[in-house]
T-cell receptor, first 112, second 113 residues
Framework: EPEVTQTPSHQVTQMGQEVILRCVPI?????FYWYRQILGQKVEFLVS????????KSEIFDDQFSVERPDGSNFTLKIRSTKLEDSAMYFC??????????FGSGTRLTVV | AQSVSQHNHHVILSEAASLELGCNYS??????LFWYVQYPGQHLQLLLK??????LVKGIKGFEAEFIKSKFSFNLRKPSVQWSDTAEYFC???????????FGAGTTVTVRA
């Protein structure tokens, strides 16, 4: 069964550093998403991406965040200057049609 | 965006017991409904989904859910749980004209052998 692959599985970074979280969506999917889950809290929507542009973003997704699909296969989330409160599990998801989603296994980001 | 409520934070039960997890969403209209499971250390996996049609939906691993539109509910059930059902369960709702899923807070289910 096709999978969404996320790397790394765990990243530790110092506050103020930039991080890039990587995702390889399922190859024929057209819609891409990032969600995050702070420990003990709900899974929260960050951003959706379709047709090479952001289709929707949440209040969390401020100027510190950006997404790219640089080469047609990877889908990245960049956090420019990490804060302690960015520590969370980040999930990538993809969908062929905007209705059914496949999630990756997540990247646990720890900001110290 | 929808607000999704899951009534139980942590459920502990014995093998062979029946399980029901509640899920309510905040407002009507056309919605797509999902239950996901997250086993320890693993990714979110789809258990079942409802888009339209029969409100009683059967999913994988013996799970089912019932959509009751008048109650804005989509409760998950399993008649007889196994130890391997120990996991976190998330209800999620998507408005049909929206891109994003709104998740509930999750319910941790612990099944004791």
């Amino acid at each position: 069964e096709p999978e969404v692959t996320q790397t790394p599985s765990h990243q530790v970074t110092q506050m103020g550093q930039e991080v890039i979280l990587r995702c390889v969506p399922i190859s024929n999917h057209l819609y891409f998403y990032w969600y995050r889950q702070i420990l003990g809290q709900k899974v929260e929507f960050l951003v959706s991406f379709y047709n090479n542009e952001i289709s929707e973003k949440s209040e969390i997704f401020d100027d510190q965040f950006s997404v790219e699909r640089p080469d047609g296969s990877n889908f990245t989330l960049k956090i420019r200057s990490t804060k302690l409160e960015d520590s969370a599990m980040y999930f990538c998801a993809s969908s062929p049609n905007g209705y059914g989603y496949t999630f990756g296994s997540g990247t646990r980001l720890t900001v110290v | 965006a929808q607000s999704v409520s899951q009534h139980n934070h942590h459920v502990i039960l014995s093998e062979a017991a029946s399980l029901e997890l509640g899920c309510n969403y905040s407002y009507g209209g056309t919605v797509n409904l999902f239950w996901y499971v997250q086993y320890p250390g693993q990714h979110l996996q789809l258990l079942l989904k409802y888009f339209s049609g029969d409100p009683l939906v059967k999913g994988i691993k013996g799970f089912e859910a019932e959509f009751i539109k008048s109650k804005f509910s989509f409760n998950l059930r399993k008649p007889s749980v196994q130890w391997s059902d120990t996991a976190e369960y998330f209800c999620a709702v998507k408005d049909s004209n929206d891109y994003k899923l709104s998740f509930g807070a999750g319910t941790t289910v612990t099944v004791r052998a």
